[in-house]
């Protein structure tokens, strides 16, 4: 199995610029987040979608939006970058039941907008 | 609100020796307490979890971690640290609605 994929691995935007960032698990979670990892600021999560059909914030959703394509995708899109979106940012599911909360995350996507 | 504190950001091991991280907890109910592992350009690894039962839960690599409910703590643990251990480790708890809360993670050295 592959797990949680990214794509794509590396991206430079320009400022103002738009782009999505995909993400697919075949674990079939029910529940998928979007985070972005920062020095010195841990993980935080941008959205998150606890199960096909529904979309939630996070802590940091400014100037992003999500798609729950289905019960496999869950793409974010950035419609104009800015610098302060410089990041790191992970993809994440979980099964998101009782002894199951765990999340599986994927190899990230390094973004830098200039 | 549940919040997770790791109180070293960085720490040091000489290669061999034993190592413990630290991660403490706020969460009214019972908590649901995960160790994550990112090594260098990586994403996340779980190495173990509790979520009920033995307070000594074994993970994968050779760690271990103990749950401490008076203490509200959940230290990971590893008798002998190997070069290729060295990486941040994040400990984290389930928010009680569909979302998990991290610790802003411990990068830990190892030294020959």
Known sequence: NAGVTQTPKFQVLKTGQSMTLQCAQDMNHNSMYWYRQDPGMGLRLIYYSASEGTTDKGEVPNGYNVSRLNKREFSLRLESAAPSQTSVYFCASSELAPGAYEQYFGPGTRLTVT | ?112
């Open chain 2, 1 to 112: 609100a549940q919040s997770v504190t790791q109180p070293d950001i960085h720490i040091t091991v000489s290669e061999g020796a034993s190592l413990e991280l630290r991660c403490n907890y706020s969460y009214g109910a019972t908590p649901y307490l995960f160790w994550y592992v990112q090594s260098p350009g990586q994403g996340l690894q779980l190495l173990l979890k509790y979520f009920s039962g033995d307070t000594l839960v074994q993970g994968i690599k050779g760690f271990e971690a103990e749950f401490k409910r008076s203490q509200s703590s959940f230290n990971l643990r590893k008798p002998s640290v190997h070069w290729s251990d060295a990486a941040e480790y994040f400990c984290a708890v389930f928010s009680g609605y569909s979302t998990l809360t991290f610790g802003k993670g411990t990068m830990l050295l190892v030294s020959p």
